[in-house]
Nanobody, 127 residues
Framework: QVRMLESGGGSVQSGGSLRLSCEVA????????VGWFRQPPEKSREEIAI???????GYADSVKGRFTTSRDNVRNTFYLQMNNLKPEDTGIYYC?????????????????????WGQGTQVTVSD
């Protein structure tokens, strides 16, 4: 059974940084795509970043240049580094896993394309 465990959320002031972690266990395949999503208060969940086994990254315009995805192969952990955080970045952040690669085009995929989800972690950015 594939499991994803998130950590790293918290509260920061505008302009600050956080790094979210997503540890993956039990995934037997070489190919993958990890997606990062967030759900702002009273809004729908949105996809903000993707990262796949071909080392391709894609970002939503709202986070491009501020957020970066990466992976630690030894720890089987994926990271979302978030810099220059803004109040509009507030929300619950989720990582999710897809069986196949995503490439660069984040708009090509949505929630339904991802099979396994982390539990979510809260990020709050204040002025």
């Amino acid at each position: 059974q594939v499991r994803m465990l998130e950590s790293g959320g918290g509260s920061v002031q505008s302009g600050g940084s956080l790094r979210l972690s997503c540890e993956v266990a039990g995934y037997p395949h070489r190919e993958y795509c990890v997606g990062w999503f967030r759900q702002p208060p009273e809004k729908s969940r949105e996809e903000i970043a993707i990262f796949d086994s071909d080392n391709k990254h894609g970002y939503a315009d709202s986070v491009k240049g501020r957020f970066t995805t990466s992976r630690d192969n030894v720890r089987n952990t994926f990271y979302l580094q978030m810099n220059n955080l803004k109040p509009e970045d507030t929300g619950i952040y989720y990582c999710a896993l897809r069986r196949w690669q995503c490439g660069y085009y984040i708009d090509a995929y949505s929630e339904g394309d991802f099979d396994t989800w982390g539990q979510g972690t809260q990020v709050t950015v204040s002025d």
